[in-house]
């Protein structure tokens, strides 16, 4: 542009067209980070807030450390889930050494011998210093097939030349306890992961009924979620499980228990759904819908539900841990699951005497996992439900 | 205010009928009956078992009866203070459960009591004193109160009393004051039995109950009124106690109702790993064996508990705040 094509005095102006780019958010510039951060979509941006939240987060890497574990079951424990070593019974956690005379020389145990205390009728074990063996690592052990497909006999560790490692002791019948945790871990973490579909498809689909269509169904609804909510359910859990025949397969016992903690614990999702969709069907967008000709479940499931997915989601996870402990309280009080199948709860059930906290305080130890397992679970769903609301 | 509790409680009759409706059928719902259990169990011991006899119970006890009957029957015994009869104690329900049934409501009341005390200084002092490390030690205590097993904190604890205090083991008494009058010596054994159970179904709610206070109490401080009264100088203590406080007990007194069935829960089974003489023990008994009057007797007796546990503390919360007696429903 210079002076020699303006127009002289008086005549109008040419019509000019700047051949220089043309940036419409020139004026608002934004840094790279802000533009990542705009234009992120919903799931990154509660993957950001998410991995804030360092608890939350380090408790999601340890409940996935939990379930690539129980993935792997057979290979990582030590001994099959069955198997009994006679001579072991009721021995007490083994310690592992890596030092023998200030020297280093990897991970071993001593020798366990055996006496029996005749005046107490108790098998004592004792620690002989003299004979060690070594810890193997990828090693043949006990023959198992992975995830009942793989016929295999390798482990992630091992005792070489026929020695015993008891990492946690050994229960009344001389099986490995570290092993069947591990396999019991199969039981107790999935049991909460299904009944929690239960509850979650059953809490959407009545709560969606009730908020969609209000009025009787809604008031019908509600006074069911109140009677059940008044209930107190450990009680209504003992009856429903009492109810399980005594001639169903575990397998069958392990189905009926899931659907039964799910059955009671649709409620709290229901009213969530519910309360939600009261207000979010007065949105013009609904309508909208409602106008093409779409049916209420399309407009439910395609149009409402997604709107606080997220959210669900995240309350879903809160309501994991109630399951497991629900588990553990049913197979403890001996109406849930039963051996041969094992869970957490089973396991406990064979620590329900105070004789045994007194003489084997270690059979006690599969409350550790639980206990880990359950307020990792609840710091996730903590950290889940903030980042679910990634705008405020 | 009489209006209020008149339409709360008229509101309470459908939940009933709800419940005992769903209760009938659970209890309904396995196959066969008691005397089917109690034929095979005379049969598996040797015994002969005279089938007149049992076609007598039966047509007694309306087995014969289609099942709506039989339901009506129950409902209105009950009504008139008939909860039935127990085939295996045979004797009337209410004679096995009405001492039980008073010892698990003094249980859960002495329960919540204990959680409120507990509760009230944490709270407040987690509130007050946001991030610092008394609050997220008190968290985390409450956390793990949260996440142990109840049955086996129940355990763990019975032994270390047993240790430490020489408290004798299980039972809400000393063996020596069962069937004896009450006395100041009952008084204290059952107070010292008390401890364990009380401490153990308590933790779980406590913890629940901590970080409801604390979220309550520190919306409230965030409040003008208390910037004013700091402004005016007033004392640290008397500004939270005077009013944010205040408003957060209506909270407290609200939560009874949901905290409520988790202590009857959390009682019957500590309940059971303790054999205290609480309705727990009796209950997985007669369920197991499909001595139904007795276990619906007793399942709706716990319903009808939690519900006017739950009138109670509305009716304490339209007496304490006008605003619910205004509009008739709480504000959450």
């Known amino acids: ?392 | 205010m009489l209006r209020y509790i008149i339409f709360r409680f008229f509101a309470m009759v459908p939940t009933l009928l709800i419940a005992s409706v769903l209760i009938f059928s659970i209890i309904e719902l396995p196959p066969g009956d008691y005397f089917e259990t109690y034929v095979a169990e005379l049969q598996a011991s040797g015994e002969t078992v005279d089938p007149q006899k049992i076609e007598y119970l039966r047509k007694e006890y309306g087995f014969d009866k289609p099942v709506w009957q039989r339901y009506f029957s129950w409902v209105w015994g009950m009504t008139h203070g008939d909860f039935g009869y127990s085939f295996e104690y045979e004797r009337p329900v209410s004679e096995l459960i009405g001492s039980r049934l008073m010892l698990t409501m003094l249980l859960s009341f002495v329960t919540i009591i204990f959680t409120w005390v507990v509760a009230f200084p944490i709270g407040i002092y987690s509130a007050t004193h946001k991030y610092s490390f008394g609050d997220y030690s008190f968290t985390f205590l409450g956390l793990i109160g949260l996440a142990t097993p109840n049955f086996l904190l129940a355990l763990v604890m019975m032994y270390f009393a047993k240790v430490w205090f020489g408290t004798s083991i299980g039972g809400l008494m000393d063996p020596v004051y069962i069937d004896q009058p009450m006395s100041w010596g009952k008084f204290g054994s059952i107070a010292e039995h008390m401890i364990i159970p009380v401490v153990v179904i308590g933790t779980a709610g406590t913890a629940a109950m901590i970080r409801r206070i604390r979220a309550n109490l520190l919306d409230e401080l965030k409040k003008q009124y208390v910037i004013t009264a700091r402004a005016k100088g007033l004392p640290p203590t008397r500004t939270v106690l005077k009013y944010p406080f205040r408003m957060s007990l209506n909270f407290f007194i609200a939560d009874i109702g949901s905290i409520l069935p988790n202590i009857v829960s959390g009682a019957e089974v500590v309940a059971i790993v303790l054999s205290l003489e609480t309705t727990g023990p009796l209950l997985i008994r007669a369920l197991k064996s499909q001595d139904m009057y007795l276990a619906g007797s007793f399942l709706m007796f716990l319903a009808v508990l939690t519900v006017i546990g739950v009138l109670i503390s509305d009716i304490a919360l339209a007496i304490l705040d006008p605003r619910i007696r205004l509009q008739g429903k709480p504000e959450k």
């Not at chain 1, 979650?200 to 169904?217: D, H, K, Q, R, T």
């Open chain 1, 1 to 392: 542009m210079n002076d020699s094509s303006l127009p002289r005095p008086g005549k109008p102006l040419g019509h000019y067209v700047s051949t220089a780019e043309f940036d419409p958010y020139s004026i608002e510039q934004l840094t790279p980070e802000q533009e990542k951060y705009f234009f992120a979509s919903q799931r990154q941006l509660i993957w950001w807030k998410f991995k804030k939240h360092r608890v939350a987060y380090w408790s999601a890497l340890i409940l996935l450390f939990f379930y690539v574990v129980i993935a792997f079951a057979e290979f990582i424990a030590p001994y099959e889930l069955t198997r009994r070593h006679q001579d072991s019974i009721y021995a007490p956690p083994q310690g592992v050494h890596f030092f023998k005379d200030g020297e280093f020389v990897g991970p071993f145990v001593y020798q366990r011998v055996r006496t029996l205390d005749m005046d107490l009728l108790k098998r004592k074990y004792a620690a002989n210093e003299a004979k060690t063996y070594r810890v193997g690592f990828f090693c043949d052990g006990d023959e198992y097939k992975l995830w009942g497909l793989i016929p295999s006999s390798k482990h992630l560790f091992c005792i070489r030349d026929g020695g015993t490692l008891f990492l946690l002791g050994t229960d009344r019948l001389g099986r490995d306890l570290f092993s069947r945790i591990i396999y019991g871990a199969r039981i107790s973490l999935t049991i909460g992961l299904i009944g929690v579909a239960v509850s979650f498809i059953l809490g959407i689909s009545i709560g969606g009924l009730a908020g969609y269509y209000g009025g009787w169904v809604d008031n019908i609804v509600q006074r069911m979620i109140e009677v059940l909510q008044s209930i107190p359910s450990i009680p209504l859990w003992l009856a429903l499980a009492a109810i399980m025949p005594v001639t169903w397969s575990p397998l069958l016992v392990y189905f009926g228990i899931t659907i039964i903690l799910g059955l009671l614990d649709w409620t709290g999702m229901a009213r969530a759904v519910r309360s939600k969709l009261l207000s979010l069907r007065e949105e013009d967008y609904v309508m909208a819908a409602q106008l093409m000709g779409a049916r209420p479940s399309r407009i439910i499931a395609r149009h409402l539900i997604p709107g606080f997915m997220s959210h669900l989601i995240a309350s879903a996870t809160i309501t994991i841990p109630t399951m497991i402990l629900g588990e553990t309280a049913l197979s403890f009080l001996g109406l849930g699951l039963r051996p041969p199948v094992t869970s957490w709860g089973v396991l406990l059930n064979e620590a329900q005497n105070i004789s045994v906290v007194v003489l084997y305080p270690w059979l006690i130890l599969p409350v550790v996992p639980v206990i880990v397992v359950i307020l990792a679970f609840n710091f996730m769903g903590d950290g889940l439900r903030d980042a679910a609301d990634p705008y405020q």
